[in-house]
């Protein structure tokens, strides 16, 4: 008996215009696991991310959360879904300090907490992802791996439990991609489901539960990660030989 996926969408197409850039896309993803996108460049796999995300309405299909429809297109409704989207360029004003980004992402939600419940959350975010800096230094002044525990804590001081981190390891040096997957394994140790749109098939396997293969838009394959255990013929799947 396999729980129904409690993240999916069905036959999602995207369009810019006349270019088709996702096609008729159905995946599904399980609650509290590690969940990698790849593809090569312009797979579509950032237009994935800001489909779940709500920031582009697919042209066709539909996005279920618990088998409930989440209305496409909509940055509101994909959060009260619990969805969040980290950017690969980073959303929070530079200028900002630690403190100031943590107040900036609720009251962009809307929510209201008393301080001392918002800053008991956020506090217990940044332990988490492991962001010792005084909260009062300023965002432009962090290392970039602590600009994005700041930016993956913001996500997660309104309670998501679907984040999607779109090419996180991009900005990082290897060490840092260790430690970012040292964060992500927590989070899902406590249940957050994590979608990672990744580039390098090292880090595929490395992180990742299943893995979801996008190609021309189309998606080529989707499956445990185990099972695309051999690099080569992930390479071949995701580059369309041989
Ligand atoms: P990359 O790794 O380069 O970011 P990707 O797999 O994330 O690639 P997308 O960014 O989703 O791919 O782009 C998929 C296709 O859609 C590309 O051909 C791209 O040129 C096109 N595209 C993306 N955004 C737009 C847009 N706003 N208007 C027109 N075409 C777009």
Redesign the pocket.
């Given at each position: 008996s396999v729980a129904p996926p409690a993240w999916q969408c069905r036959a999602m197409t995207v369009a810019?215009?006349d270019?088709i850039?996702?096609d008729g896309v159905d995946v599904g993803f399980e609650r509290g696991r590690i969940h990698a996108v790849v593809?090569?460049?312009?797979?579509?796999?950032?237009?994935?991310?800001?489909a779940i995300a709500g920031i582009?309405r697919p042209r066709q299909g539909q996005i279920l959360v618990d088998g409930r429809e989440i209305e496409p297109g909509k940055v509101r409704a994909a959060r009260d879904a619990g969805v969040e989207l980290v950017h690969?360029s980073f959303a929070l004003p530079p200028s900002f300090t630690i403190a100031e980004a943590m107040e900036f992402g609720t009251r962009k939600h809307g929510q209201l907490f008393t301080a001392s419940g918002l800053a008991r959350r956020w506090t217990q975010h940044l332990a988490e992802l492991d962001v010792t800096a005084d909260v009062r230094s300023r965002i432009r002044d962090l290392p970039v791996e602590t600009q994005q525990g700041v930016e993956i804590a913001r996500a997660l001081v309104t309670d998501a439990d679907l984040l999607i981190l779109?090419?996180p390891t991009a900005v990082l040096s290897p060490s840092g991609v260790e430690r970012l997957f040292e964060r992500v394994r927590r989070l899902k140790a406590r249940g957050v489901t994590v979608i990672l749109?990744l580039?390098k098939i090292r880090e595929v396997l490395a992180i990742a539960d299943t893995v979801t293969v996008?190609r021309g838009?189309r998606l080529v394959a989707a499956g445990l990660a185990r099972q695309a255990l051999d690099p080569v013929a992930l390479s071949d799947l995701i580059i369309g030989g041989p």
């Open positions: 810019y215009g270019f850039a996702l593809g090569q460049n312009g797979a579509g796999k950032t237009t994935f991310a800001r582009v690969q779109d090419e749109i580039h996008l838009g």
